[in-house]
């Protein structure tokens, strides 16, 4: 039979495991929601601007919100049609989302893809986020 004081040692270690583990973990995240904050008020708002004027000037009209750790351009014509990029920081690791909706009749299409995650959220670049747009813009504006 296992003894008594070697199954407390035991569940000590690994009670100090977890909380080493966690204490790890909230620094991660806390420098990874630090990057992907700047990286949406920095790059991604100004590029979704500069996105947004473009369209104006050839007829297409959308607007730029920034709610709470997200930049969504928007159709001024529906705002379920919509191009977003958000931060989530609900998981293990800070994630760069790209949320897509669209209308299509009664049909309601959303789509959603990782851009960045982790350490790679302070790699973000205008033009990584340009052509992020580019690539879900054609249907928009077909």
């Not at 705002?79 to 609900?90: K, R, S, V, Y």
């Not at 293990?92 to 049909?107: I, K, N, Q």
């Not at 690539?135 to 928009?140: H, K, Q, T, V, Y």
């Amino acid at each position: 039979m296992v003894e008594i004081s070697d199954i407390q040692k035991r569940i000590r270690r690994v009670i100090d495991q977890s909380r080493r583990a966690a204490e790890e973990r909230r620094g991660r995240v806390a420098a990874e929601t630090r990057a992907g904050e700047q990286a949406l008020h920095r790059i991604v708002a100004p590029v979704f601007k500069a996105v947004a004027a473009a369209l104006k000037a050839e007829g297409h009209l959308f607007r730029v919100s920034t709610p709470v750790d997200a930049v969504r351009m928007s159709a001024e014509a529906s705002g379920d049609n919509f191009i977003e990029l958000l931060l989530d920081t609900a998981g293990v690791r800070s994630v760069l989302r790209g949320r897509v909706s669209r209308l299509r009749g009664r049909r309601l299409v959303a789509e959603e893809k990782v851009v960045r995650e982790g350490s790679e959220l302070g790699t973000l670049t205008e033009e990584g986020v340009l052509e992020f747009l580019l690539g879900e813009l054609g249907p928009f504006v077909e």
